[in-house]
């Protein structure tokens, strides 16, 4: 069902300018872009290269110490990002204004500070507005602020540290049966919603990718028309499909956008905020710890398969 990924040895074929010249094409051609021989001639060097660089970041990052790791992956998922939005606008970087990150953070932490309280907030130019509204169509994020916990929540494979720490469950499996997925019934509940309604809901949010077969929660989930939006997350530890089970106004959110600033943050902290990084990783004082020595050793995986997932839908 889901994209047939084997790390790295899934890039293995663009590692070949000739190649990634007739993929850059393609995409400029099904995008009405003009003369798409020509920008993807001049595209195929710059594309190869972001993701090249990407690959040695991560490998660089698999190897080094906790204290290197948020910011060797940071750089490594934006150059990834990079030939993501080469795909889709062959003229990047067009201006200055969209080499910025795109977010900020606090500069000094507060006394008593806590990572899961800590925030991020859009701004409205750079990368992040930038691979949002190309990338996924998300417009007008300026200004919204978003904390660490509410993007902890969106990680599947956090699910698990979420029940031993906060005794809740963030996502729920979707059942495997026969080849279709169902909805559990549970999700219900958690929704507040008739199965009818429910069934609504999920068509609606994810533009298409589902259909719902007439009777049950059976549905079938057509991954060609994949765009990152959609409530439908992957786990990749479980290789199982999940549903969150809180509905707010981050249902939506891209998985790869989460990666994004979650790494933002810990790379800002691990550059500028050395003492409470050193206590933090040296100490173990609190809950941080366990979830962001987590989330690196989840992202060094997972960022490169949700590009790998974009590139090939």
Known sequence: MTVDYKGWKSYASFFSAEHCQLYLKNHYIKRNIENPEQKSYENCYAFLYYLEHGQIYYQQAENSPLILKPILLFYGLVHLIKACILTVDPAYPETTSVL???VSTRKRKKQNYQFFQDEVKF?????????SEKMFHMKQLEGDKITMEELLELIPELDDLFMVHESKSTFTPINNQHGQLAVPEKVLDHYHMTEERLKDFLSTKSGNQIEFLSEGLSFQYDKKK???????????ECSAYVLPLK???LFLFPELI???????????????????????TKMMPNRDYPYIKTFLEITLKKGPFLVYEYLMS
Do not use: C
């Open 247 to 249: 509905k707010e106004n």
């Open 258 to 280: 989460v990666h994004y600033l979650l790494l933002y943050n810990l790379s800002m902290i691990a550059r500028y905020e050395t003492e409470w990084w050193s206590e933090i």
């Open 226 to 236: 994949f765009s990152g939006i959609s409530p439908i997350k992957y786990n990749l």
């Open 100 to 102: 910025a990150h795109g």
């Open 123 to 131: 701004q409205k130019n750079g990368l992040f507005p930038f691979m």
